[in-house]
């Protein structure tokens, strides 16, 4: 249970049913409030307005709050090939969840209920893969460089622009037209 991670936005700690049934060692993940004082990733830099030093930007410097964090961090992690191979229909959704930028140059996602009124229907799969990022964050894993290790060698993002236009297509395939 002490590597089992898991939804608890809006029931605490000890209030999930899951908790109280299976075992209170279980590691409940809270969507909402801040994005946290971790590192973004192992190689974006700024220059602290305080010391004027050079050091590793914080997640609470790049994102405008936890979930958009847990969401932006999945991304991270493909493009720095640490995350390969994930099913279709994940990839499919995670496309889906919109973003912009806000004040202070910050990512901010849309809210679940934005989505699911835009999409009709609650991001499950997506927030099951960002659980399980963020269980693994928790035990230590990091976000690799996202620079290209060689010199003039390329990446090919086709697939996820197709998979981004795909997503679009979906959605519009299941809004209603007037006629």
């Not at 608890?8 to 000890?14: E, P, Y």
């Not at 305080?50 to 936890?66: A, N, P, Q, S, V």
């Not at 493909?78 to 191979?85: F, P």
């Not at 994930?86 to 919109?98: F, K, Q, T």
Request: charged share 35%; hydrophobic share 35%.
């Amino acid at each position: 249970p002490s590597n089992m991670f898991h939804d608890s936005t809006g029931r605490g700690r000890l209030g999930t049913a899951l908790s109280r049934i299976w075992s209170p060692h279980t590691n409940p993940i809270e969507f909402g409030g801040s994005a946290t004082e971790r590192p973004v990733s192992l190689d974006m830099y700024i220059t602290d307005p305080i010391t004027r030093e050079r050091r590793l930007k914080l997640c609470k410097e790049h994102y405008d709050r936890f979930v958009t964090e847990l969401w932006w961090t999945v991304r991270l992690c493909i493009e720095s090939r640490q995350l390969k191979n994930l099913p279709e229909d994940v990839m499919e959704e995670m496309a889906m969840r919109e973003w912009d930028k806000v004040k202070e140059n910050k990512y901010k996602l849309e809210t679940k209920k934005e989505m699911k009124l835009r999409v009709g229907r609650s991001p499950d799969l997506g927030d099951w893969l960002t659980i399980a990022v963020e269980g693994a964050r928790r035990r230590g894993f990091q976000i690799n460089k996202l620079g290209n290790q060689d010199e003039g060698s390329s990446v090919d993002w086709s697939w996820l622009e197709a998979m981004k236009e795909k997503a679009n297509r979906v959605r519009q395939a299941h809004e209603l037209h007037r006629v």
